[in-house]
């Protein structure tokens, strides 16, 4: 069983367009994360949820909209999309934030 | 800038040497964590070691903390083809509510 699963795993899509990722963690955790990874590797948190609500929102163009229905879910929606954002995003999830983090397997965004 | 930055940025060695990385930070922390993430994969949690710990074993990793240095360094003994992978380390920062990631360390293990 998949702790942490995210879809779709690849999108390519063009600019302009507005795009959904979904994140499902079957782990019971109450807190959950997007992390952004670009081309360098560098791994740069977006969102941290607890619980349903927003914790951190680390200073994303609101273009970018998380919404979390549920503990087990939190999507993450993307209105016109641009060239700079292709990266691959990574879902997360932990019992807190402190401790250790359950990542699910990425989505490669291309935007051409 | 980062909390948590790598060095080597890239490290290559030979099968059944050690291989050691290390991780800096800025301010204070509740603990350290270091993180393995194979090559179009998600990162996998390694280990996690608390502030006031200076010092972690599990299987053939060793993980030290130096507060003080604000440092933390990754020994993997006797490396594997299958240890090829980016390591990171991640940490909390006091007081905020977000896990942190550094650059990571690109470790290759030649056959």
């Known amino acids: 069983d998949t702790a942490v699963s995210q879809t779709p795993k690849y999108l390519v899509t063009q600019m302009g367009n507005d795009k959904s990722i979904k994140c499902e963690q079957n782990?019971?955790?109450?807190?959950m994360y997007w992390y952004k990874q670009d081309s360098k590797k560098f791994l740069k948190i977006m969102f941290s949820?607890?619980?349903?609500?927003?914790?951190i929102n680390e200073t994303v163009p609101n273009r970018f909209s998380p919404k979390s229905p549920d503990k087990a879910h939190l999507n993450l929606h993307i209105n016109s999309l641009e060239l700079g954002d292709s990266a691959v995003y990574f879902c997360?999830?932990?019992?807190?934030?402190?401790?250790?983090?359950?990542f699910g397997q990425g989505t490669r965004l291309t935007v051409v | 800038s980062q909390q948590g930055e790598e060095d080597p940025q890239a490290l290559s060695i030979q099968e059944g040497e050690n291989a050691t990385m290390n991780c800096s930070y800025k301010?204070?922390?509740?603990?350290l964590q270091w993180y393995r993430q194979n090559s179009g994969r998600g990162l996998v949690h390694l280990i996690l070691?608390?502030?006031?710990?200076r010092e972690k074993h599990s299987g053939r990793l060793r993980v030290t903390l130096d507060t003080s240095k604000k440092s933390s360094s990754l020994l993997i003994t006797a490396s594997r083809a299958a240890d090829t992978a980016s390591y990171f380390c991640?940490?909390?920062?006091?007081?905020?509510?977000?896990?942190?990631f550094g650059q990571g360390t690109r470790l290759t293990i030649n056959p």
């Open positions: 991640a940490t909390d920062i006091g007081g905020a509510q977000k896990l942190v």
């Open positions: 949820y607890n619980n349903k609500e927003l914790i």
């Open positions: 070691i608390r502030s006031n710990e």
């Open positions: 301010t204070s922390i509740n603990n």
């Open positions: 782990l019971g955790h109450d807190t």
């Open positions: 997360a999830s932990g019992v807190a934030i402190h401790t250790e983090a359950f």
